[in-house]
């Protein structure tokens, strides 16, 4: 087994010793509010009714949509509501609201020792059916990542014309500093590891290199989990360089056109959290409906792992781990630096979800639409060597046409530009508008 380690190092840095917490389970809530959109695409139509009553891992919601998948009862109980709310991404969906019965009844679970000798495409399917997706707040399915749907795009590259999938990276490292939760898989998982690498190289059918990407204190969790695999490489990586793209350009070499994703190049890159789940579902029958996330901020002290229900409201998550409403001024969920603020503690937890920021005046940085004080410095940080603060002002003063259109398509939405900007602009959210404002299809889903 071919092993080389090396880092892919930037100035961010995460907490220490996160990656070493215990992972504590919140109880289940009396209520769950189960959003019928947890994923990228159209939100899945409801398979129930006020009164029906579900075991869990029933499935409640499903869809066709190419970005989106199936949804499952978190717990048994009744259906009290089915009505629409505010989402935690923005805008409204439709949410089931389940009364747990707390008698832990599930569905029987279709079990499947076998599944390495199952066509990719026969998983995939089950995996959509079961509700597995990658990461982030809006995650898309499995096969979304390695079959992009194909769009009018600059680069017009046909779906056949993709070149095959020859590296296969596994990431045991967080997208953004002050989160653990991808971190700690690689022991809270640890058994699991092994089986769940060799079951996406199946997957992706990738027959060249696989590379683990984990904190560097992680190297001997990292070279258990190769075990068992020919040609592995093992790296570290530092924000911005955890985000996909980033690292498999740092990685392969190979360049990412403008609004593509790494399957452009070859290369698909999967999180191991994702990796451990689509394991559990296919050789399990085990749907999605639980997750680990991190629990941070300064109104947390310690920073927590949790190992929570989807559907469980913020608020059970603040009573569990005794944090006093009163002391908070902001709810964010995801990483502090592209995570999403949030209106309400009544937010439930979702799947894509890795973790859950509380934070109290102290430390909120203000952030206006101040003037740019052409300092240069988001220019200088800009992994993908744009420029920042002219986007920003064409934002800003709505100068927007399809002249511009390329350069905003090329963001990743790192957040660099506001985290290191000194008129604290608020810099990644123009790009995001920009990107609605000019129909930007998100990244990773296009070709």
Same mark, same amino acid.
């Given at each position: 087994?071919?092993?080389?380690?090396?880092?892919?190092? *930037?100035?961010?840095?995460?907490?220490?010793?996160?990656?070493?917490?215990?992972?504590?389970?919140?109880?289940?809530?009396?209520?769950?509010?189960?959003?019928?959109?947890?994923?990228?695409?159209?939100?899945?139509?409801?398979?129930?009714?006020?009164?029906?009553?579900?075991?869990?891992?029933?499935?409640?919601?499903?869809?066709?949509?190419?970005?989106?998948?199936?949804?499952?009862?978190?717990?048994?109980?009744?259906?009290?509501?089915?009505?629409?709310?505010?989402?935690?991404?923005?805008?409204?969906? #439709? *949410?089931?609201?389940?009364?747990?019965?707390?008698?832990?009844?599930?569905?029987?679970?279709? #079990?499947?020792?076998?599944?390495?000798?199952?066509?990719?495409?026969?998983?995939?399917?089950?995996?959509?059916?079961?509700?597995?997706?990658? !990461?982030?707040?809006?995650?898309?399915?499995?096969?979304?990542?390695?079959?992009?749907?194909?769009?009018?795009?600059?680069?017009?590259?046909?779906?056949?014309?993709?070149?095959?999938?020859?590296?296969?990276?596994?990431?045991?490292?967080?997208?953004?500093?002050?989160?653990?939760?991808?971190?700690?898989?690689?022991?809270?998982?640890?058994?699991?590891?092994?089986?769940?690498?060799?079951?996406?190289?199946?997957?992706?059918?990738?027959?060249?290199?696989? #590379?683990?990407?984990?904190?560097?204190?992680?190297?001997?969790?990292?070279?258990?989990?190769?075990?068992?695999?020919?040609?592995?490489?093992?790296?570290?990586?530092?924000?911005?360089?955890?985000?996909?793209?980033?690292?498999?350009?740092? !990685?392969?070499?190979?360049?990412?056109?403008?609004?593509?994703?790494?399957?452009?190049?070859?290369?698909?890159? !999967?999180?191991?959290?994702?990796?451990?789940?689509?394991?559990?579902?296919?050789?399990?029958?085990?749907?999605? #409906?639980?997750?680990?996330?991190?629990?941070?901020?300064?109104?947390?002290?310690?920073?927590?792992?949790?190992?929570?229900?989807?559907?469980?409201?913020?608020?059970?998550?603040?009573?569990?781990?005794?944090?006093?409403?009163?002391?908070?001024?902001?709810?964010?969920?995801?990483?502090?630096?592209?995570?999403?603020?949030?209106?309400?503690?009544?937010?439930?937890?979702?799947?894509?979800?890795?973790?859950?920021?509380?934070?109290?005046?102290?430390?909120?940085?203000?952030?206006?639409?101040?003037?740019?004080?052409?300092?240069?410095?988001?220019?200088?940080?800009?992994?993908?060597?744009?420029?920042?603060?002219?986007?920003?002002?064409?934002?800003?003063?709505?100068?927007?046409?399809?002249?511009?259109?390329?350069?905003?398509?090329?963001?990743?939405?790192?957040?660099?530009?506001?985290?290191?900007?000194?008129?604290?602009?608020?810099?990644?959210?123009?790009?995001?508008?920009?990107?609605?404002?000019?129909?930007?299809?998100?990244?990773?889903?296009?070709?």
């Amino acid at each position: 087994m071919k092993k080389s380690f090396f880092s892919l190092n *930037a100035p961010l840095k995460t907490i220490k010793g996160m990656d070493a917490l215990p992972v504590n389970e919140v109880p289940v809530p009396a209520r769950l509010i189960v959003f019928m959109k947890q994923h990228y695409g159209k939100g899945c139509i409801p398979l129930v009714k006020k009164g029906d009553r579900v075991k869990q891992g029933q499935t409640i919601g499903s869809t066709e949509n190419f970005a989106a998948v199936d949804i499952h009862a978190p717990a048994s109980g009744e259906i009290t509501d089915i009505l629409q709310l505010p989402n935690p991404y923005g805008g409204n969906s #439709t *949410a089931v609201i389940i009364e747990n019965d707390f008698r832990d009844e599930r569905i029987e679970r279709n #079990t499947d020792p076998d599944y390495l000798e199952r066509e990719p495409r026969e998983l995939f399917y089950k995996l959509r059916r079961l509700g597995v997706t990658g !990461i982030n707040l809006e995650p898309i399915p499995l096969d979304t990542i390695a079959y992009p749907i194909s769009t009018e795009s600059d680069h017009k590259l046909a779906l056949e014309e993709l070149p095959p999938i020859d590296r296969l990276i596994i990431t045991a490292v967080d997208e953004e500093p002050m989160m653990a939760s991808c971190e700690n898989s690689l022991s809270y998982y640890r058994d699991q590891v092994p089986d769940a690498v060799n079951l996406m190289k199946h997957l992706y059918e990738v027959n060249g290199t696989v #590379t683990i990407a984990a904190p560097a204190t992680k190297y001997d969790k990292a070279t258990e989990a190769a075990k068992g695999t020919a040609d592995v490489q093992i790296v570290s990586a530092r924000y911005p360089n955890t985000l996909p793209e980033l690292m498999a350009m740092k !990685i392969t070499g190979r360049e990412i056109p403008a609004s593509g994703s790494p399957r452009m190049a070859g290369v698909v890159v !999967i999180p191991l959290r994702t990796a451990v789940h689509a394991l559990r579902a296919v050789r399990d029958g085990d749907p999605v #409906t639980k997750i680990i996330v991190t629990f941070a901020g300064d109104a947390v002290k310690p920073p927590r792992l949790l190992k929570a229900t989807i559907g469980t409201p913020i608020r059970e998550v603040l009573h569990f781990c005794d944090v006093k409403e009163s002391s908070l001024a902001r709810l964010v969920l995801g990483g502090p630096i592209r995570g999403k603020a949030q209106f309400s503690l009544d937010i439930p937890v979702v799947k894509g979800a890795c973790a859950i920021q509380v934070m109290t005046h102290k430390t909120i940085t203000p952030v206006a639409e101040n003037n740019c004080i052409n300092c240069g410095s988001c220019v200088e940080h800009c992994p993908v060597n744009l420029q920042p603060n002219i986007l920003s002002r064409h934002m800003q003063f709505f100068n927007l046409d399809n002249k511009i259109r390329k350069q905003f398509t090329a963001c990743i939405e790192c957040g660099m530009c506001g985290y290191v900007c000194p008129a604290r602009r608020p810099m990644l959210q123009y790009m995001q508008n920009a990107k609605v404002a000019l129909n930007i299809p998100r990244r990773g889903i296009i070709i």
